[in-house]
């Protein structure tokens, strides 16, 4: 970690330059984020691949689909609509302050920290920064210490292209957040756990410190009745074990109409095989746990279920030696089990039955809101309760996690499971306040309502609260 002071100082050369970024154009930051396309796409795209595999074995297909496509989609977004975003906006103005014009104007928050995580390094740096950027703020990036091949890329993508006093990479352990959160930062995106955040909440507090928290939970799967089995499995399937289910938008559990539990089960075991051969450890699509840390948290968690009479319906082996974790699927849970109480992050997926909707309703609701929800079923009126009676950061109908993909929707938490959103528009507006601006160009009502209040005075004002 480098001493304090070289943090303090790096904060002040970014605050001293903020104003100037800040009256970048339109054009000027295009240019910018273009750059950024071109590093990731074509300069370092292999040294990015290279890195992810050395860091947790993940595929090369997988790092091109789940890393490096949405990096460049959001460029390619936000470049395409950022002369509009820029433009200052008038609104109406009341009668009551006629010969007034009234504008919105997107400015720069100034000085921003993102601190990122490890599960999608790339993706989940460069996304806020692509927005950080479209806003014309001046950013210090700190990657998680968990990948340290892949922060290796991104510190000299960094490096190539930015002065330090627009935009900086800082590598470290948890030391180097914690003494970077004591700076006096103007706007904090953190992605990663409720705990965490609710630390780097606490931390930005001091400083009135606007934050972005992009986080977790237990994000449900509803599948009813009605629904197409063999599609749902197969779609559950990709949702849960890309990134070896390390994705915080990855279904966390099922809860499956009882009738259907057998069909569900059978239809798993056949399409895992599938996916993955018989043995996954073997396949070359399936990657592995980040460290030895996760991978003992994630083992014990097994282990604790089946020591309270859970089923394995399918899976449940691993290799210690690989931080392999074979896709799990397991039911009968006890609720005080670590897999009902805390967010699983890997590829074990608890299964629980229900005999009618609302209690699935009702046991999706006695915890906190998940970051995302998911209904299979063909029953618009069993999707529609279920959308009406929860609450949840975003929702995908009989798909999940390809909400995260499209630009035009806000991606964020509802409270425990975040605060802010992020992608498109909803990111840029995260990295820039909405300024108020009103010009008087004559006089108006209100420059006749000063003292001392007369009669005629009063009348005016009465006649402004009936009709204006």
């Given amino acids: 970690m480098k001493d304090s002071n070289t943090y303090s100082e790096l904060f002040n050369k970014q605050k001293a330059n903020q104003f100037y970024i800040g009256n970048t154009t339109y054009k000027e930051r295009i240019k910018k984020l273009k750059k950024l396309k071109d590093a990731i796409e074509h300069t370092n795209k292999q040294a990015i691949r290279d890195a992810l595999y050395q860091d947790f074995k993940k595929p090369q297909l ?20 950022l002369k509009h975003w820029l433009k200052r906006e008038q609104v109406s103005t009341p009668m009551a302050l006629f010969g007034s014009s009234s504008y919105i104007i997107n400015e720069p928050k100034g000085v921003c920290l993102i601190i990122s995580p490890w599960n999608y390094p790339i993706n989940l740096t460069f996304g806020p920064l692509i927005s950080a950027i479209a806003g014309g703020n001046t950013v210090i990036l700190k990657p998680s210490e968990m990948t340290p091949n892949t922060s290796k890329v991104m510190s000299k993508i960094i490096a190539d292209l930015f002065d330090e006093n627009e935009v900086a990479l800082i590598e470290g352990e948890v030391e180097t957040s914690q003494e970077l959160l004591k700076l006096p930062f103007n706007h904090i995106f953190f992605t990663g756990s409720p705990a965490v955040g609710k630390i780097v909440m606490n931390a930005a507090s001091k400083h009135l410190t606007s934050v972005t928290l992009e986080l977790g939970g237990k994000s449900p799967t509803i599948v009813d009745e009605t629904a197409n089995i063999e599609k749902a499995v197969g779609k559950i399937i990709y949702g849960k074990f890309t990134n070896t289910g390390q994705t915080c938008i990855a279904p966390d559990y099922l809860l499956i109409d009882e009738r259907i539990k057998g069909d569900f089960v059978k239809s798993f075991k056949k399409q895992i095989t599938e996916l993955f051969s018989e043995n996954a450890e073997a396949s070359d699509s399936y990657s592995r746990i980040v460290n030895q840390k996760h991978f003992k948290r994630l083992v014990d968690s097994l282990e604790d279920s089946k020591n309270r009479n859970s089923k394995v319906e399918s899976g449940g082996n691993y290799n210690v030696e690989d931080n392999y974790i074979e896709p799990t699927l397991i039911s009968v849970l006890d609720e005080e089990s670590q897999l009902m109480q ?14 009618d909707l609302n209690e699935a309703v009702d046991y999706i609701n006695s915890k906190e809101k998940p970051l995302a929800l998911y209904i299979y079923s063909k029953s618009k009126k069993n999707t529609d309760f279920i959308i009406d009676n ?56 209100v420059d006749f309502l000063k003292p001392p209040y007369t009669n005629l005075k009063q009348k005016l004002v009465d006649l402004t609260i009936k009709w204006f």
């Fill in 342 to 355: 805390e967010e699983i992050f890997g590829p074990i997926l608890p299964l629980k039955t229900y005999k």
């Fill in 62 to 81: 997988e790092v091109d689909l789940t890393e490096i496509y949405p990096v460049i989609d959001e460029i390619k977004f936000v470049t395409q609509n």
């Fill in 390 to 445: 929860t609450r949840a950061g975003g929702t995908c109908v009989n798909h999940n996690m390809l909400q995260y993909l499209n630009h035009n929707l806000p991606f964020g938490g509802s409270n425990n499971s975040g605060i802010g959103k992020s992608h498109g528009y909803f990111g840029f507006l995260e990295f820039t306040n909405q300024r108020s601006l009103l010009k008087q160009h004559t006089l108006g009502a």
